[in-house]
């Protein structure tokens, strides 16, 4: 069934455009923090931000001052962020390659992705498209998804694990490589 992919597709170019259009005023929020992560998983194989922002390496994609976001020292003394460095990991490799174009693009797809099981799992339990389309229209292109789908924010990524995990609760049997499949990815 194709109708997934295009809503996949249609989702994906959305996510793009909302991005390009919001570019002037992105990178905000805790956004910059998530990168502040991933460069120093990157450049010095750690979570420890502290000499990552003292040597103000986020200006790359960052304009102003950026304090390190945490709660209190570690007990060796070092900083680590209150954001969870889940999300950087995963974005480390589109990062180090294509900078910050390239994660706005692989977290535009990535919740283009948790669309189109969106469309399949309204679906698989309803048995009708336009309800499958209204169920997707109705999460894909919601506010707070639509725009946490191309900034660089956990949200959009873990929909899309979510939504993959349930998946298999509104079809037939899984097989045993579904569940494993699910398994692995939560």
Same mark, same amino acid.
């Given at each position: 069934? $194709?109708?997934?992919?295009?809503?996949?597709?249609?989702?994906? &170019?959305?996510?793009? &455009?909302?991005?390009?259009?919001?570019?002037?005023?992105?990178?905000?929020?805790?956004?910059?923090?998530?990168?502040?992560?991933?460069?120093?998983?990157?450049?010095?194989?750690?979570?420890?931000?502290? @000499? @990552?922002?003292?040597?103000?390496?986020?200006?790359?994609?960052?304009?102003?001052?950026?304090?390190?976001?945490?709660?209190?020292?570690?007990?060796?003394?070092?900083?680590?962020?209150?954001?969870?460095?889940?999300?950087?990991?995963?974005?480390?490799? $589109?990062?180090?390659?294509?900078?910050?174009?390239?994660?706005?693009?692989?977290?535009?797809?990535?919740?283009?992705?948790? $669309?189109?099981?969106?469309?399949?799992?309204?679906?698989?339990?309803?048995?009708?498209?336009?309800?499958?389309?209204?169920?997707?229209? &109705?999460?894909?292109?919601?506010?707070?998804?639509?725009?946490?789908?191309? &900034?660089?924010?956990?949200?959009?990524?873990?929909?899309?694990?979510?939504?993959?995990?349930?998946?298999?609760?509104?079809?037939?049997?899984?097989?045993? $490589?579904?569940?494993?499949?699910?398994?692995?990815?939560?």
């Amino acid at each position: 069934d $194709s109708r997934p992919l295009f809503a996949a597709a249609m989702a994906f &170019a959305a996510y793009l &455009a909302g991005g390009w259009w919001r570019s002037p005023i992105l990178p905000g929020g805790d956004e910059p923090h998530y990168r502040v992560i991933a460069q120093s998983m990157l450049h010095d194989g750690d979570l420890r931000i502290e @000499n @990552n922002h003292a040597a103000q390496q986020y200006r790359e994609f960052f304009d102003g001052t950026l304090r390190p976001h945490y709660l209190k020292r570690g007990v060796d003394g070092e900083i680590y962020s209150i954001h969870a460095p889940g999300l950087a990991a995963v974005v480390a490799p $589109s990062f180090a390659l294509f900078g910050y174009p390239g994660v706005v693009v692989f977290l535009a797809l990535v919740a283009a992705t948790g $669309s189109a099981l969106l469309w399949r799992a309204s679906y698989q339990l309803t048995g009708s498209a336009s309800a499958a389309w209204f169920a997707w229209a &109705a999460g894909a292109l919601s506010v707070p998804f639509f725009f946490e789908a191309f &900034a660089v924010f956990p949200d959009g990524l873990g929909a899309t694990v979510v939504l993959f995990a349930a998946l298999p609760l509104f079809g037939e049997r899984p097989r045993r $490589s579904q569940w494993i499949a699910t398994g692995a990815a939560l």
